[in-house]
């Protein structure tokens, strides 16, 4: 009788034990940890759409680039690598999230280098001021299409093995205390079909 009452001590354990390990995994792939100030914080989301998803050469089109999950976003900035051949990006304008806070940003800095295939922005909060947090539209990326294809998007850098071909967004996120603000980007794709 003792034994089984023992057994159910320990299986009331086990059971309570499986449970919070399974939360914790939980809470853990949604959260990450900074290892600089041993503290868990969450993750953003940086999610892109393209308008239209299929577009023909000589068409123009835009990617919307949406941030979730923000917090305390004080500075972004943002290279894309793109095969000029492909694609020439036209501009890069700022949405209205980094501009949603209690100050306004800077003027933001925006290079579009269509011939060498890289584009740079750069946007920061002035002031003393909190980050800005939560979901919103970060920027969009003009762009005309000029030779058929299929572009792969995806986060990366040059120095990283991946063939031009695609194009790599390099985004940096950076809170007001100066940490870096942890992001999960989605790899997307565009196709270029001829001229119809």
């Known amino acids: 009788m003792a034994a089984r009452k023992r057994f159910r001590k320990y299986l009331a354990i086990g059971a309570i034990t499986a449970v919070c390990a399974v939360l914790f995994l939980m809470l853990g792939y949604r959260m990450g940890s900074n290892p600089e100030i041993g503290s868990i914080y969450p993750r953003a989301y940086i999610h892109c759409i393209i308008i239209p998803e299929e577009v023909h050469v000589g068409q123009s089109g835009e990617i ?7 917090r305390d976003l004080y500075g972004i900035s943002l290279e894309v690598f793109h095969d000029p051949r492909l694609i020439s990006i036209d501009g890069i304008s700022w949405g209205g999230f980094m501009e949603s806070g209690p100050t306004r940003p800077i003027i933001p800095v925006n290079t579009v280098g269509s011939q060498d295939g890289r584009a740079v922005a750069a946007c920061l909060l002035t002031g003393d001021v909190e980050g800005i947090s939560g979901d919103g539209h970060l920027l969009t990326i003009d762009f005309t299409a000029k030779d058929p294809g299929v572009i792969s998007m995806k986060k990366g ?7 031009l071909g695609s194009c790599l967004f390099n985004f940096t996120l950076g809170t ?4 870096p603000q942890p992001y999960t980007f989605k790899a997307f794709k ?4 001829p001229r119809l």
Request: proline share 5%; glycine share 4%.
């Open 64 to 70: 919307k680039v949406f941030i979730l999950d923000a």
């Open 157 to 163: 850098t040059l120095d990283d093995g991946q063939p």
């Open 176 to 179: 007001s205390d100066l940490k």
């Open 190 to 193: 565009m196709e270029i079909i």
